[in-house]
């Protein structure tokens, strides 16, 4: 039987004479930064309050062995780095704050030393942390409103808390030398069709206003703002909608983050990446799957996924897309849920890789539609496997479905004890 090795110096070959440089194309693989998000690993439950989840998202299934505290969370993330290839960073939401023993600090008081344990882990392991506020599960959400509300009281609250995070996402910044990516998303909307739409969409821009009208440094901070076209019990209207969130980013200039499960069913976030690019210097997504809703499914190497990696690197914006994944599944093992998308999303990335995308724009340019359809569709059945293989074997990580071994392993020995 040939090595993984020798597999893909066939490969290499094959692909050569496509045009696409194999040794080239994984040297860039490994480095373009995929932010894992935290929330996969305790069903987004975090560590500040003991609620249920709210905010219009919701996370399904029992499977047992989610992480209940601080450490059983990193143990889980780094069961998962030792099987996924190539540069992470690690994404945080607010909620996952770490007390002392016997200490509290609300939301909207919150500070850097709540997280610095989390910044002797993404030190220790040499990663970025990439940072959001949490504006939901908490009981200042008042009527699925935060920042829209018309309560002062309760945009105040929420007001102080984006600005606390501001200045924990430039702690991160600057303990880790990179910079931090801080989302904004807010569930605020109405269950049914509302009698002003306005009004609520003028507070959040005048709470946005307030929250990044602090000083922040903007080369390590990078802001974006994240849309949604409705959330369960916010069907008929969200206040954060893709026109807002849009002209917002680009008339204060921040980053717009687009959630490939944040817009109607048709629609596909692969289509909007170029259009966003001739207009933002930097934009950001996050990387789901939906199913039939703003599901959250784990991420696959399926053809959207494909299609959204495509545009990013033929578009050569590895550098101006901030890549991040949001998706949270209960109904099966975490750690392997996990370790799909995150694998599943650099697939993705190499399977772009090695596109001959100079050519087929060159031939689309040319009006030679017909070999852009046929050349795309052979490219389907190209030795992708033996390359990837090569990648995860080279990066240290196990090849193909063996890493579910050390997944079960960890299973028996640590998941199963948790409950
Ligand atoms: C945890 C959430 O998924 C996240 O904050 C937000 O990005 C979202 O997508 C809400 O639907
Ligand atoms: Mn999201």
């Known amino acids: 039987m040939m090595t993984t090795k020798e597999r893909y110096e066939s490969a290499r070959e094959i692909y050569r004479q496509a045009g696409v440089d194999t040794d080239e194309a994984l040297k860039i693989l490994k480095d373009i930064p995929v932010s894992m998000h935290c929330w996969q690993?305790?069903?987004?439950?975090g560590f500040d309050q003991r609620g249920a989840l709210s905010g219009g998202i919701q996370t399904t299934g029992n499977y047992p062995g989610k992480?209940?505290?601080?450490?059983?969370?990193?143990?889980?993330?780094?069961?998962?780095?030792?099987l996924v290839p190539g540069r992470t960073k690690l994404n945080l939401h607010a909620s996952y704050a770490i007390f002392e023993e016997g200490e509290f600090a609300d939301r909207d008081a919150i500070e850097p030393k709540h997280f610095a344990k989390w910044v002797e882990f993404a030190r220790e392991r040499h990663m970025g942390i990439d940072f959001n506020p949490t504006f939901f599960s908490h009981p200042m959400v008042k009527d699925n409103l935060t920042l829209s509300s018309p309560?002062?009281?309760?945009?105040?609250?929420?007001?102080?808390?984006?600005?606390?995070?501001?200045?924990?996402?430039?702690?991160?910044?600057?303990?880790?030398?990179?910079?931090?990516v801080m989302n904004i998303w807010i569930p605020d909307g109405y269950k049914d069709i509302p009698a002003d739409r306005l009004t609520p969409r003028k507070r959040?821009?005048?709470?946005?206003?307030?929250?990044?009208?602090?000083?922040?440094?903007?080369?390590?901070?990078?802001?974006?703002?994240?849309?949604?076209?409705?959330?369960?019990?916010m069907e008929s209207y969200t206040v954060g909608s893709s026109e807002f969130t849009v002209n917002y980013a680009a008339s204060r200039g921040i980053l717009p983050l687009m959630d490939n499960g944040h817009y109607h069913p048709t629609e596909v976030v692969s289509d909007k990446i170029s259009s966003m690019l001739l207009f933002f210097d930097k934009i950001a997504l996050h990387v789901t799957r939906p199913v039939r809703w703003d599901s959250d499914h784990v991420v696959l190497f399926d053809d959207e996924t494909?299609?959204?990696?495509?545009?990013?690197v033929r578009n050569d914006a590895l550098e101006r897309v901030m890549i991040g994944l949001d998706f949270f599944d209960a109904s099966i093992n975490r750690i392997a849920a996990w370790t799909v998308g995150m694998r599943s999303f650099r697939k993705a990335l190499l399977y772009a890789l090695l596109t001959p995308n100079k050519k087929l724009a060159d031939f689309q340019e040319e009006g030679r539609l017909t070999e852009v359809l046929l050349?795309?569709?052979?490219?389907?059945?190209?030795?992708?496997?033996?390359?990837?293989?090569?990648?995860?074997?080279?990066c240290g990580v196990p090849v193909r479905e063996t890493w579910y071994d050390d997944v079960k392993a960890y299973e028996e020995q640590v998941l199963s004890k948790r409950d």
């Open 41 to 45: 690993g305790d069903d987004v439950i």
């Open 67 to 82: 992480a209940r505290t601080p450490q059983e969370l990193m143990d889980d993330i780094d069961k998962v780095l030792s």
């Open 151 to 180: 309560d002062p009281e309760v945009r105040k609250f929420w007001i102080r808390h984006g600005q606390a995070c501001l200045k924990i996402a430039q702690y991160f910044a600057e303990e880790l030398g990179q910079p931090c």
């Open 204 to 233: 959040f821009k005048e709470s946005l206003d307030e929250i990044l009208g602090i000083p922040y440094d903007k080369e390590k901070v990078l802001v974006c703002l994240e849309s949604k076209v409705f959330g369960i019990g």
């Open 306 to 312: 494909k299609e959204i990696a495509k545009e990013i």
């Open 375 to 394: 050349i795309q569709e052979e490219m389907k059945t190209y030795p992708f496997g033996d390359v990837w293989d090569y990648f995860c074997e080279s």
